[in-house]
């Protein structure tokens, strides 16, 4: 049957793909060689926050196949995708609960890390927001997602991986180019999420980073300085 090769995804998700592939392994590595490399770590975490924020706001204001009103999925798709009955484009059911539980695990670990402290050598930029048994609490919690968060992303793996060894469905293609192959001649490709969506998304997630790198809180008075006795 003649397939329908159909623009799915826009460039903007596909640089928030791959740069937040970029900076979760940078954050991983660096948090786990720890030392100098924390700095590098909060680093990541701060332009992961931003990435994120770019994220959820493209996800209402960006192009079709990219909006969560589209693939987010209900019962009835959830129960024709089991059923072999589902053709759409974008996310397939099981596939969008996977990335909305990776984006949520991640938002989760990059929150709080805004906000721990590990006694040592990293204190976050959010932590004065906090008392300091709320930041304990949250950076133990922060080092246990972590682990959480490994496992989400080898299951999204071994996903990808099998959906192409077993079903010949080739997912990272359309990452790469935008570009997906469908037996609908009827598919219509993504629309909307123009410059001024991009920009206002950019803008967003910009003015997120300078709030989590602490540009809200009121920096603390300088020492007093004594008088000099004469």
Request: net charge positive.
């Amino acid at each position: 049957m003649e397939k329908l090769r159909v623009k799915v995804w826009d460039v903007p998700t596909r640089l928030f793909h791959w740069s937040l592939v970029v900076l979760v392994a940078a954050a991983f590595a660096s948090g786990f060689v720890g030392g100098n490399w924390i700095e590098w770590h909060g680093r990541c975490g701060l332009a992961v926050v931003g990435l994120l924020v770019f994220r959820i706001v493209w996800g209402f204001i960006g192009s079709t196949y990219a909006r969560f009103v589209q693939f987010i999925p209900g019962p009835a798709r959830v129960l024709a995708y089991l059923r072999g009955q589902w053709h759409g484009l974008g996310h397939n059911p099981l596939g969008a609960f996977s990335v909305l539980g990776l984006l949520a695990l991640t938002l989760f670990q990059a929150g709080s890390g805004l906000v721990a402290d590990d006694n040592i050598s990293f204190t976050g930029p959010l932590k004065a927001l906090v008392s300091q048994d709320t930041s304990d609490g949250l950076t133990g919690l922060h080092r246990l997602n972590v682990w959480l968060l490994g496992v989400l992303i080898c299951l999204h793996v071994a996903s990808i991986v099998f959906y192409a060894l077993v079903k010949k469905h080739f997912l990272l293609p359309p990452m790469l180019t935008g570009m997906a192959e469908t037996d609908d001649l009827l598919a219509k490709p993504l629309r909307g999420g123009g410059w001024v969506a991009f920009i206002a998304a950019v803008l967003i997630a910009a003015g997120a980073v300078w709030a989590a790198s602490g540009g809200l809180i009121q920096p603390p008075p300088p020492p007093a300085q004594e008088a000099p006795a004469w």
